[in-house]
Structure formats: C-alpha cells, structure tokens
T-cell receptor, first 112, second 114 residues
C-alpha cells in the first residue's frame, strides 16, 4: 500500500495566490521529500525535511512536518503560471538502499 | 555535473514483443539505481533497485526484469510484453553517502503496448 497520500488530488488557484498541499503517511520515517513533475516529464527534487525538523524553507517553498500526526504540508507562496505541475511527496523509512515510497500527487494548476 | 539519460523517449510495442529500456548515468560513480513505473492516474511504483553491478532487488512480481551490466547502466527488460505493461517508466539514481536520500530522475520512457 502507498505510504504517502497527497491532499487535495487537484488544486486550481489564481496566479499570485498561495498554494498549500498536504501529505499523510502511515509508518515512522527518517525523512520526507517533495518532488515536482511536469506533465509527461521526470521528477525534480524540491526539498527534503528530516524527521527531527519541523519546518524548512527554500525560496518560495515552505515545508512543515508533524511526525505526531504523520503529515507534511508544502506551501508555495506567490504562485506563478510556471508552478503548474504535479507535486508528489515521498517517504524514506531508512530501508537499505534508500527506497522511497511516493504518493499519487497533487495536480496544481495556476491560472494567469 | 551529473546527468541521467533514458531512451527511447516513446515506444509503441505489440503485445508479446520483447522490451529493452536503457538508463545511463554520467558524472558519478557507484550510484544506487532505480526503475519506477507510473501508470495513468496512479503514483510511482518502485519496480527494481540496484546498489551495485549485478545486484538487483525486485519490489513486485511482474513480467519485467532488470540488469546492471556496468556501474552506471541500468536496463529494464521483458521477454513478452503484456497490455498491463503500458505506462511511464522512470529511471533514477542516488548517491551513496550522506545525501543519498535524494533521488534524481531521468526524463522517462512512455511505453504503449497494443
């Protein structure tokens, strides 16, 4: 079964607004990562947050992690049309070869 | 800098035909390598991963196999394709070391089995 599950499945907002996506997982983790996938393309790593961290920033991205609730959120501030993509969370439970388990993703559409 | 290549970008194959998808990584040594499949409307499913030449771990029983004949080469194969093998296949690598958690993905191969 999937470890990470994103919510909502799809999100449509106006350019300039903030976009918030959530990810829930089931088992204990070492870290959680967010990736971006443009339609029909490979994934691009955005940010990694470790289990002992609560919040992390990278440019217009802000990620939070609540291990007690087994959930994470990704906030994109001042959204741009180029942010239109799917955003997937992935959890790493520390198995041997750093296997990641991905959710299905949130499809984000930024309307100009 | 490191780069990852996958080919072909798109492939249309008849049911029962063989398959060979290739992935190569440049600019790094001893990477962990991964094959994922992304079916329409579904998340990424890890198919195989490898921590070294000739070392392959399979995640799900299926009609596919993987091989790693060289350090930076990862091949996904099938002897006879099924309709259910259609999907978007992604290769990824990660560094063995302190930052090994991050995976770097190739552009993917879209496979349509008819």
């Amino acid at each position: 079964s999937q470890q990470g599950e994103e919510d909502p499945q799809a999100l449509s907002i106006q350019e300039g607004e903030n976009a918030t996506m959530n990810c829930s997982y089931k088992t204990s983790i070492n870290n959680l990562q967010w990736y971006r996938q443009n339609s029909g393309r490979g994934l691009v790593h955005l940010i990694l947050i470790r289990s002992n961290e609560r919040e992390k920033h990278s440019g217009r991205l802000r990620v939070t992690l609540d291990t007690s609730k087994k959930s994470s959120s990704l906030l994109i501030t001042a959204s741009r049309a180029a942010d239109t993509a799917s955003y997937l969370c992935a959890t790493d439970a520390g198995w041997g070869a750093q296997k990641l388990v991905f959710g299905q993703g949130t499809r984000l559409t930024i309307n100009p | 800098s490191q780069t990852i290549h996958q080919w072909p970008a798109t492939l249309v194959q008849p049911v029962g035909s063989p398959l060979s998808l290739e992935c190569t990584v440049e600019g790094t040594s001893n990477p962990n390598l991964y094959w994922y499949r992304q079916a329409a409307g579904r998340g990424l499913q890890l198919l195989f991963y490898s921590v070294g030449i000739g070392q392959i771990s399979s995640e799900v029983p299926q009609n596919l196999s993987a091989s790693r004949p060289q350090d930076r080469q990862f091949i996904l194969s099938s002897k006879k394709l099924l309709l259910s093998d259609s999907g978007f296949y992604l290769c990824a690598w990660s560094v063995r070391g302190t930052d090994q958690e991050t995976q770097y993905f190739g552009p993917g191969t879209r496979l349509l089995v008819l």
